[in-house]
């Protein structure tokens, strides 16, 4: 079994580089097309992380949309929608929000090891609670899905969730929608942040495949040697 699961990362960004603007409504960078193709890239994988701040934001239930998609993940002895992951420091958390509620597929909290009891208090039985370290040591959660099955980890962000997986070096393949317009507004959250990544040459990024997605550019790449399975 491998020591962890292969990381997919995908995001959609402005030509500038922002998840979404400062407003309090959530923008749709991409459209109808790539919101199919990240549902055939969900209905591939066995488990989608997200981090506590997309939860609070944008309530996000990640499920498989399309019935032929969930119809062959049963088929194939696998849940309709993969299992959901989310990663928090603080435990802040509403149980009752669509990432706890949506759908059938077990939810998992990762959380600093000190803080299991009380964020366990917090979510009921909304969702199993587990430690993995203090500080959350990310190489301990990736440990801990591959003991639970996972092979396939896709990571949604937000964006600082995506720049500890890259700065970590623990990012097989991403896959980057480029939505031609411009934000522009440094309040606004950025696909990464400032952080030290990797400049070895076993971790340089390649890109594998550009093609268009409705009005939208998809830049997939491979992180080192790995293969996209």
Not at 39 to 58: H, K, P, Q, S, Y
Request: aromatic share 4%; hydrophobic share 45%; glycine share 10%.
């Amino acid at each position: 079994m491998p020591s962890r699961p292969y990381v997919l990362a995908s995001a959609a960004c402005s030509v500038d580089g922002y998840l979404d603007d400062a407003s309090e409504e959530r923008l749709l960078l991409s459209g109808a097309a790539d919101f199919d193709r990240v549902d055939e890239v969900r209905a591939g994988v066995d488990a989608i992380l997200v981090g506590a701040n997309t939860i609070r934001r944008d309530d996000p239930r990640l499920l498989v949309r399309s019935d032929h998609r969930r119809a062959e993940r049963v088929r194939r002895g696998l849940s309709p929608s993969p299992l959901r992951v989310t990663m928090t420091a603080s435990g802040e958390l509403d149980p009752s929000a669509r990432f706890f509620t949506s759908g059938d597929a077990q939810r998992l909290v990762y959380v600093p090891t000190s803080g299991v009891e009380a964020v366990t208090a917090g979510l009921g039985a909304a969702a199993s609670v587990i430690g993995a370290g203090d500080p959350l040591d990310l190489d301990v959660l990736l440990t801990d899905l591959a003991g639970r099955g996972v092979a396939r980890l896709m990571v949604e962000g937000g964006g600082r969730v995506h720049t500890r997986f890259l700065a970590a070096g623990l990012v097989d393949e991403l896959h980057l929608v480029v939505a031609p317009f411009l934000i522009g507004d440094p309040a606004a959250p950025r696909f990464v942040g400032p952080a030290a990544f990797p400049q070895d040459a076993a971790h340089r990024m390649t890109l594998i495949e550009t093609r268009m997605v409705g009005d939208c550019a998809l830049l997939r790449y491979r992180i080192g040697g790995v293969s996209t399975g």
